[in-house]
């Protein structure tokens, strides 16, 4: 099990920016399913943006055009760039991977709901809060 290491979170106002970063230590894998997923409190976790096993980037639809994936060059850290952060998209982050086929990677960010159980690796979440 890879650990994954979180940072970046905070709180802001509608409208403003922040930065998430997602490090990953002793990485060995080589493709595979790596990105971002988010839980709001009451709510199942959900996806929002990741890098299949083939490089594609994936985005949910609640943040296409807010939201920008993007990662280092040796594969070991992703972050994601959120613009025009609205109330809600106030919520837990957790970076995640595992090695999941395209379509299977597909699935987990465009799903409304993600258990757990879906990724071996998770990190340990960062809160973002966004106030009106």
């Known amino acids: 099990q890879e650990q994954l290491t979180e940072s970046g979170g905070g709180s802001v106002q509608a409208g403003g920016s922040l930065r998430l970063s997602c490090a990953a230590s002793?990485?060995?894998?080589?493709?595979?399913?790596m990105g971002w997923w988010r839980q709001a409190p009451g709510k199942e976790r959900e996806g929002v943006a990741a890098?299949?096993?083939?490089?594609?980037?994936i985005y949910s639809d609640s943040v296409k055009g807010r939201f920008t994936i993007s990662r280092n060059k040796g594969k070991t850290a992703v972050y994601l760039q959120m613009d025009n952060l609205q109330p809600e998209d106030t919520a837990t982050y957790y970076c995640?991977?595992?090695?999941?086929?395209?379509?299977?990677?597909?699935?987990?960010?465009?799903?409304?709901?993600?258990?757990?159980?879906?990724?071996?690796?998770w990190g340990q979440g960062t809160q973002v809060t966004v106030s009106s």
């Open positions: 002793d990485w060995t894998y080589g493709s595979f399913c």
């Open positions: 995640a991977a595992d090695y999941h086929t395209s379509q299977v990677c597909f699935f987990a960010v465009a799903s409304p709901v993600v258990q757990v159980g879906f990724f071996n690796n």
């Open positions: 890098f299949d096993s083939d490089g594609r980037i």
